[in-house]
């Protein structure tokens, strides 16, 4: 429904305001044509493919999760189940970590999605960088939105209807900016 690709798009907006670099992937689909047309999913966004091997190029990673029944999608937790020879290795370790969200309400489980990225950061040795409360828009209570202090958000709505809202990608702004300046003193040294 293009909430997550949305997102990044303000996310990426947030990362290159502090002359960092930002390229915006896709993990792997899981499922086929067949069970896609069926489920009447939309397509595909036109991002690149990412690979588990392509991770070392980059200091950090901001991973989209649309949210399925309060976790993560599957063809996202298979994306993080093929890192294991970088995880043997230790290629990620001292990498910057983070999350941003889209869910169907309030409760659908964008805290828990964060919570869930908690793991895979942590086995590999990257370093999760929450949004916290940098931004005081995460606190509004002037219309529903997505966000909390484990990354910017949105509130699809329970049909996909419901778009980011102007608040919704500022946070998004604000927290790419946010993990690009920890990103750059993480690679620093």
């Known amino acids: ?40 999913a939309p397509p595909k966004p036109d991002y690149p493919i990412m690979t588990a091997a392509k991770m ?9 999760l649309s949210g399925r029944y309060g976790i993560m999608p599957a063809q996202t937790k298979s994306f993080m189940d093929s890192t294991g020879s970088l995880w043997m290795s230790g290629k990620l370790v001292g990498k910057a970590g983070g999350c941003f969200f889209s869910s169907g309400c309030q409760g659908g489980g964008q805290e828990t999605m964060g919570l869930t990225t908690v793991t895979f950061f942590t086995h590999h040795g990257i370093v999760f960088v929450p949004l916290g409360y940098i931004d005081p828009k995460v606190m509004s209570n002037d219309e529903v939105h997505g966000a909390s202090a484990y990354g910017s958000g949105t509130i699809a709505g329970g049909d996909g209807s419901r778009q980011p809202s102007t608040l919704e990608k500022d946070v998004g702004e604000s927290h790419g900016k946010h993990f690009a300046t920890i990103a750059a003193k993480l690679a620093s040294g």
């Open 56 to 64: 070392e190029e980059f200091d950090g990673f901001l991973f989209g």
């Open 1 to 40: 429904y293009g909430h997550i690709g949305t997102l990044a798009e303000s996310v990426k907006k947030g990362v290159e305001s502090t002359g960092a670099e930002c390229t915006i992937f896709q993990v792997p689909e899981t499922l086929t044509e067949e069970i896609l047309g069926k489920m009447g």
